[in-house]
Nanobody, 116 residues
Framework: QVQLVESGGGLVQAGGSLRLSCAASRSIFSINVMGWYRQAPGTQRDLVASITNIGTTSYADSVKGRFTISRDGAKNTVYLQMNNLKPEDTAVYYC??????????WGQGTQVTVSS
C-alpha cells in the first residue's frame, strides 16, 4: 500500500491562492488514479480533481477553471493549484491513491481555510 503525505494547506483570504502537494512513497505512474478530495465539517468527502497514470484529468464543476491538478514524476508528487479561492472551498483536503488489486490509500489531510 502506498503512503501519502499532504502539505501546503493554510489560511488565505478570498481570491487568494494555495498549492497543495501530495508526496507518494512509490512511483505515481504505478498508481492508476491519484485524486484530491475535500471534506467540510458535517459533509461527505467529495472528489475535487483527479489525474490518471496516463495524465487524464477530471474536475468537480465547482472548481473548474480555478483549480489545476498536476504531477511531477521525478518527485512522485501530485499537486493541486488552487486559485481564486472562495470561503466555500474551506475544508480538509485529502489525497487518495487508487491502484488495481490494492486497497485505496489516503493521506492524513491538510486544512484549507478561506476567509471572506
Amino acid at each position: 500500500q502506498v503512503q501519502l503525505v499532504e502539505s501546503g494547506g493554510g489560511l488565505v483570504q478570498a481570491g487568494g491562492s494555495l498549492r497543495l502537494s501530495c508526496a507518494a512513497s512509490r512511483s505515481i505512474f504505478s498508481i492508476n488514479v491519484m485524486g484530491w478530495y475535500r471534506q467540510a465539517p458535517g459533509t461527505q468527502r467529495d472528489l475535487v480533481a483527479s489525474i490518471t497514470n496516463i495524465g487524464t484529468t477530471s474536475y468537480a464543476d465547482s472548481v473548474k477553471g480555478r483549480f489545476t491538478i498536476s504531477r511531477d514524476g521525478a518527485k512522485n508528487t501530485v499537486y493541486l493549484q488552487m486559485n481564486n479561492l472562495k470561503p466555500e472551498d474551506t475544508a480538509v483536503y485529502y489525497c487518495r491513491a487508487q491502484k488495481t488489486r490494492s486497497p485505496d490509500s489516503w493521506g492524513q489531510g491538510t486544512q484549507v481555510t478561506v476567509s471572506s
